[in-house]
């Protein structure tokens, strides 16, 4: 007689901070995050190597510090720099890891939330290949909401934010080309959990 078929057990969404539906690349740049702290905020970046290149992969070169510097003339510039984020969304939404949620990635720099200082202890870095000020794929978002709803659900999220937000004057992106409209559609979350000037605002 047959032996009745056993499914296996569904994976988990998230373990030990590693998000399923990600590519996972571990990143060197990264730390403990302070006894204690769990995410409390999002942060969407926009990210481009060299700027306006598309999937050239050196941005996964950069986080994972394998950039060749002497490879453009752009890269000279930021010659050294070891920095990270959590996730990385390309132009057709591909989803990217290389930090533990659970761990510190290098992602903000110098940066306040709501008088908060150092952002990098208490939030997740997410990075959108794009420009900032220019205009994001409908794949991206997609992605990015899908990976946003999970991160509300597994850790203490309140408040999403961008670069720029959290450190004015110095960055300006992911800029006037983000659909924060479309985000908090998609999450359902009220204005008081995005900054104030992205309340309703949608590029034209």
Known sequence: MAQPETSKPTPPL????WYRFARRLESPNFGPRPAGVKPAL????????????????????????????DAHDYFRSIRGLKVSAHFFITRDGQLWQF????????????????????????????????????????????????LSASLLQAYPIHHVAGHEHIAPGRKQDPGAGFNWAMLRRALGLGPASFPADTADSAPE
């Open 42 to 69: 999002i942060v969407i970046h926009a990210i481009s190597l060299p700027p306006g290149d598309y999937g050239s992969g050196q941005v996964q070169r950069l986080f994972t510090n394998q950039l060749d510097w």
């Open 99 to 146: 930090v533990s949620c659970n761990d510190r990635a290098w992602h903000a720099g110098e940066s306040s939330f709501r008088g908060k200082d150092n952002c990098n202890d208490f939030s997740v870095g997410i990075e959108l290949e794009g420009l900032e000020g220019l205009f994001f794929e409908q794949a991206q978002y997609d992605s990015l909401s899908s």
């Open 14 to 17: 998230w373990q030990d901070g």
